[in-house]
């Protein structure tokens, strides 16, 4: 690798290039080339409008993707050479996915929903409820552990899928259109508690959203268009 | 990781409860279907060996007939003349047997039936059926005694007047408990002679030790045994001492097959050589028992293996069900994808779901053919039940029909591309 990892650098991603259908005649670049730098502590947010690539980048910086061409490295760990399975334990630990659609397990309870991650990452029983408890509890959402997703609002969900995601203290959130499904004034909760979190507990989040108001609220602003980020601005509540 | 998949097998099954049991029920059916054939081939079983029990499986069979030589005509009734003192068994003939085969006969089981009758007194009467034996022989009645003895060797050797009755005869006749009728008289008209025997012995009557000819009948009409020294159903019938049928009781752990055809051999060529026309002929009932019952046997697998058809259609129907339930859930599984569920995590939750329908489906399908199998053998007279071992494998091999069955839809939920997955509609 030419460039030294710098020991603050969570994400590192260079000449991410992203190709749909290769070889064949409908072949279709996404992604043109892209830089990106996420410092460990910081709030990010990527926008772009529909068809920008912004869904490709997020499907590629959360492991769900490969790049066709580029370097990747997460938490200094190159991921771009792991197998599937290998992928799958470094997304369970260093990354927590926090969805527009909020994704939770039907008919299971928020408890359960949250010790999921652990699971997967072999906890014990105990240990899986306790760390639950104590996110629910972080998340506000302490009172209703044992209600189902039907059984929650909009913004109760995500606040759940919040504590899902940081259950094993992962390296990045990937938050996807977080507020997207939910009215403003739920909205801006669950904005504030991203705030809470980056503030309160360092914790790196990217942000990925299509509107620019959103996201002037973020560290740094990076704008995607057509498979490249045209812009990169300061935010404006961290500018001062 | 397992106990968590089969929690959430029960959730996701229980939520939907109508459809889990309609997919259970092909496993149900071919399982019960499977419980069921075993049951009623148990009892089929049991009603054909139930007559053929009592005769004793530790005994060899021993005949005197008509000899069939190289020429004989099967065709033609070839009756050479009617037996002879010289061509019964006589009782030097069996000590000898006993003798020369001491190191594998237990004993010759010797009988005589003295007739059928029907004691009356007043109201109330009774049906027995009089049959002098030796000691080894009332030995393989293999009857429970209740009160009293078996015959000492006084009382076989002087003829004497006893009797053995089993306790209907007591509770027809005397009404009172087994102990009370020791000592008791039974009185006798047989071929318009009067006879009087005393009661020595009460023994438990069964239907098994009936051969399944008692059952039908009333309880009261049934017709028992009732047992006399050998040697006095001798003097009472004017016979001699001598048999053209007798049972040899072997020890155990002789083989009997092998034992059967030496003792025919040892008497043919010691007192049947020169005779003109008839032979001694041994057999083992247990081989044949044997051999019968793994006729019967084979008849039941492969019933069960027609029934195990109805089993397939059930597998079937729960891959269809797994491909569906999979479909439905596919935005899960790339939710789980995404959280760090590996394919095998994906793959072990949708095979555990299929076996726990299996699972369940074969128990259900075991007890409701358990029902069907102990109705249906009840209405053929005798109580049939499926082996445990079959049960276990009915239930151990839906188990594996969930695996096999589970396997494909599961593979498939494994391979899914999660963001294909997350983005499904």
Known sequence: ?240 | MLLENVKLALTGLLANKMRTFLTMLGIIIGIASVIAIMTVGDAMNKSVMGSMGDMGVNNISLYIMQKMGEDYDYTSDTFVRDMKDKDYVSEEMINDLTDHFKDKVEGVALKKSVGEVKIEDGKKYANISIEGVNNPALKQTKVKTLAGRGFSENEQNESRKVIVVSDRYVDNMLGTEPAAALGQTVEAVIDNKYYSYTIIGVYEYSESQAGGMGAGKSQKDIRTSAYIPLQTAIIQLREKYQFDELEVVAKNGADQGVLATEISEYFNNKYYKENDAYESYAYSMKEEIKSMESMLNTQTYAFAAIGAISLLVGGIGVMNIMIVSITERTREIGTRKALGATNGCIRLQFITEAVVVCFIGGILGVIVGQIFGIMASKMMGYSGSASVGGIIFCVLFSMAFGVFFGYYPANKAAKLNPIEALRYE
């Open chain 1, 1 to 240: 690798m030419a460039e030294i990892m710098t020991p603050d650098s969570m994400i590192k991603a260079r000449g991410i290039i992203k190709r749909f259908n290769v070889g064949s005649e409908n072949e279709l670049e996404i992604l043109h080339g892209i830089d990106l730098d996420v410092k460990k502590g910081e709030f990010v947010s990527i926008v772009g409008t529909s068809g920008s690539g912004k869904s490709t980048l997020m499907n590629i910086i959360g492991l769900l993707d490969k790049p066709t061409e580029g370097e990747y490295l997460l938490d200094g760990v190159d991921v771009c050479s792991a197998g599937d399975t290998e992928l799958s334990h470094i997304r369970n630990r260093k990354i927590g996915f926090v969805f527009q659609t909020y994704n939770l397990i039907a008919r299971t309870s928020a408890l359960k929903n949250v010790e999921l991650p652990m699971l997967y990452a072999g906890v014990k029983a105990r240990e899986r409820k306790e760390r639950a408890m104590e996110l629910l509890e972080l998340v506000e959402m302490k009172e209703r552990i044992n209600h189902t997703p039907d059984e929650l609002s909009g913004g109760q969900k995500q606040r759940v899928a919040i504590a899902r995601a940081l259950v094993n203290s992962p390296s990045i959130i990937l938050a996807d259109e977080p507020t997207g499904a939910l009215d403003s004034s739920t909205g801006r909760k669950i904005m504030d508690l991203f705030h809470k979190l980056h503030e309160e507990q360092g914790i790196t989040i990217v942000f990925i959203t299509h509107s620019p108001e959103l996201a002037t609220e973020t560290e740094r602003i990076l704008t995607l268009k057509d498979g490249a980020f045209i812009d990169e601005r300061m935010g404006i509540r961290y500018a001062s």
